[in-house]
């Protein structure tokens, strides 16, 4: 295929889609009540972004997973790290730490509105939980298969301690906590519009919520593919190449076997 | 994955320690009981609970309902994905658009399923399915396409069929992908399974916790919410983890 043809094929999936999906509706075998049309859908967008609405509900959201990310990855780094320096404890963090992978998520909404109320609070705090644990998960494991030989040819030629957490250790681990930090940032993206349903009056999750008590499916389907969209424009644009970057620069191939 | 004596041993002193500054911190902090109750009340209610009958329903219906959308991935998506991956232009097609329904989870189809099929275990259900369905589906179509063509001509030289090919290079060269898209799938599916129930209420440990929740029975929630992660990690450190780790040791394609 020519040049052209790449990005088209692309396209191709999305308007037969978007044709057989008027098809259904124009016909009349399923009633616009349930499923609008695209046209629609369209307006609905239109007249969402028009009054802002849709910009404020898209900014919450995102604002929620940055703070998310802003107030847990640098702690869990952090941790990751320390706790896997010492070769005692590491092993028995693992297991609790992946247990709390387990938990993360929507399961401690119940707890967090006992604690803090509806509201921004509950919010960040479960996002913190999503986040912090998976990035501590991977920071932990990602240390520890960093293979000694490293540790000890750096040692040997008179490195210090500091030397080998920030030359060899950590740079090692990169891989796998920036594998963590995508993962983590789609299991909170998923959480976060579960929450929003239930704890807040803002955000993308509330707004698709709120639309069902009144049957307006227009707006649910808007709601949904300005979901899907934003996840996959930042996996696409932000996660997926700071990943591929990260393993290209400092992906460890490893002729040794551990 | 060996558990020495050394880690278990201190991981229970942990455990108690963690129970005890619990303990301490709910009898001594000025706080409301419902805040933090102490470690006694999480187990009296697992007794209460468990002599009512109401946690074992409730386990029960969670379980079963994840089970079934198991089943489902299992019987129709990882057939589906395969179709789908072996013919070049059926994959191209469809790549794009699964890859968008995969990333659009389960729960924020909820309030159209709520529209369309009202507050019930249809909902859930459909939500559920929906959330295994198409990481299974697009993992299996991504292994069928990721086999390298070397092994594809080399049989067809030999003169092997349409089928053979299928059954001895397609399907095994994708059942590392295959099982790695059902763990994934599986994993989002836990989570929106509780969520649903939250949302949906009609029964369920999602529900019992959110439910708890209205009456400020904290210690039910904390319950239920020890037993969403035990079930997973006994469900994936135990059948998912090891089941992909055998897989990718028998089927695993490795490249040089």
Do not use: C
Not at chain 1, 146 to 151: K, Q
Not at chain 2, 230 to 252: C, K, N, S
Request: aromatic residues 10%; glycine residues 10%; hydrophobic residues 55%.
């Amino acid at each position: 295929m020519n040049r052209l043809g790449a990005p088209l094929r692309g396209v191709l999936p999305f308007v037969a889609l978007v044709a057989a999906w008027t098809l259904v509706t124009q016909t009349g075998l399923v009633s616009a009540l349930f499923l609008p049309p695209p046209v629609d859908v369209a307006r609905t967008a239109w007249e969402l972004a028009r009054d802002g609405s849709l910009w404020i509900n898209i900014l919450a959201s995102l604002g929620r997973v940055l703070l998310g990310v802003a107030a847990s990855v640098p702690l869990g780094v952090g941790l990751g790290v320390a706790v896997a320096l010492n070769r005692r404890l590491a092993p028995v963090v693992e297991p609790i730490v992946s247990f709390f992978n387990a938990l993360s998520g929507i399961a401690w909404l119940p707890l967090a509105i006992t604690w803090f109320g509806l509201g921004w609070t509950s919010v960040t705090f479960i996002m913190f939980n999503t986040i912090f644990f998976l990035v501590f998960f991977n920071t932990l494991v990602g240390v520890r298969t960093v293979p000694r030989i490293f540790e000890n040819a750096v040692r040997t030629m008179g490195g210090s301690r500091r030397h080998v957490i920030f030359q060899v250790l950590i740079p090692g681990a990169l891989p796998s906590i920036v594998t963590g930090l995508r993962m983590s940032i789609g299991f909170g993206w998923r959480a976060l519009i579960a929450a929003e349903m239930i704890a807040t009056s803002t955000g993308l999750g509330f707004l698709i919520y709120n639309a069902a008590n009144f049957h307006q499916s227009d707006t649910i389907l808007v709601g949904i593919l300005t979901i899907g969209l934003l996840w996959l424009t930042t996996d696409r644009l932000v996660l997926q190449p700071l990943e591929r970057r990260t393993i290209e620069r400092w992906g460890l191939v490893s002729t040794v076997e551990p | 994955m060996t558990l020495r004596w050394e880690v278990v041993a201190t991981w229970l002193a942990l455990l108690a320690a963690a129970t005890a500054a619990w303990g301490v911190a709910a009898a001594t902090l000025p706080l409301p009981d419902y805040y933090l109750p102490p470690p006694t009340a999480v187990l009296a209610t697992l007794g209460d609970l468990i002599a009512k009958g109401i946690l074992p329903t409730y386990v029960a219906e969670s379980l079963r309902r994840i089970l079934q959308a198991a089943v489902l991935g299992l019987a129709v998506g990882v057939p589906a994905g395969l179709l789908l991956g072996m013919s070049r232009r059926a994959a191209e097609f469809f790549y794009p658009l699964l890859n968008f329904f995969q990333s659009v989870s389960g729960i924020a189809w909820l309030p159209l399923m709520l529209v369309w099929f009202g507050f019930g275990e249809r909902t859930i259900l459909i939500a559920v399915n929906y959330t295994v369905l198409f990481p299974v589906i697009f993992n299996a179509l991504l292994g069928v396409r990721s086999v390298p063509r070397l092994y594809v001509d080399a049989l067809r030289t030999l003169g092997a069929s349409r089928w053979r090919i299928a059954r001895d290079v397609l399907v095994p060269g994708a059942l590392p992908s295959i099982v790695t898209g059902m763990r994934l799938g599986l994993a989002y599916g836990w989570r929106a399974l509780i969520a649903a129930e939250m949302l949906v209420g009609a029964h369920g440990l999602g529900f019992m916790i959110f439910n708890a929740q209205n009456f400020h029975l904290t210690a039910r929630i904390m319950l239920g919410m020890g037993i969403i992660g035990v079930l997973w990690v006994v469900l994936d450190y135990f059948l998912l983890r090891p089941l992909e780790e055998a897989t990718i040791a028998r089927w695993g394609i490795v490249q040089r």
